[in-house]
């Protein structure tokens, strides 16, 4: 019985070991939240290792897993960024779904140079829907000597259907 009006208990410091008990309240079960929060992030982190695992098959051997990670954390914080509402809900899907597969390469290096590029800055000749995107400062997106490798239909499935699509 939990009554709201019962005396607290008090526990002396050399007795914790023996009542210990009393205090799993701080270390117990884990809240169904946390739980929820932990299945989502292992379901997350599938997804990406399954869009790595892809993107691994077209690299080149001499190219290295520097631009491999380097990719990977671009594309993952685009996934964020549509849900966290820094790009409007679907941009980066909406982009990329009617490019062929065949162009993602060209169109993503275009993509992370824009973002990389303050609005005023930007060539005013680029597709609208590329200069509609927000600039993303910090460095995630500096440097254009990142190696993109061509991309496969499997590869476009994950990242579309997968990765954009969760939530």
């Not at 008090?10 to 009542?19: A, R, T, V, W």
């Not at 008990?21 to 809240?31: A, E, I």
């Not at 993602?104 to 005013?124: A, C, G, M, Q, Y």
Request: charged content about 30%; aromatic content about 10%; glycine content about 4%.
């Amino acid at each position: 019985m939990n009554d709201k009006n019962a005396a607290p208990v008090q526990i002396m410091l050399s007795d914790l070991p023996k009542e210990f008990h009393l205090m799993k309240f701080l270390v117990g079960s884990k809240s169904e939240r946390i739980k929820k929060e932990e299945q989502l992030s292992y379901d997350a982190g599938q997804i990406v290792g399954k869009m790595r695992d892809a993107l691994k098959k077209q690299y080149v051997d001499d190219e290295g897993d520097v631009n491999l990670n380097k990719l990977c954390v671009r594309l993952v914080f685009c996934f964020y960024a549509e849900d966290a509402e820094v790009f409007k809900r679907r941009q980066f899907r909406d982009y990329l779904k009617d490019i062929p597969v065949n162009k993602w390469h060209r169109e993503l290096k275009d993509l992370f140079r824009v973002l990389n590029t303050s609005p005023d800055e930007r060539n005013p000749y680029d597709d609208a829907k590329l200069n509609d995107f927000p600039y993303v400062n910090g460095g995630l997106f500096g440097g254009n000597d990142i190696i993109i490798p061509n991309f496969t239909e499997e590869i476009a499935d994950i990242i579309l259907n997968s990765a954009c699509e969760f939530d």
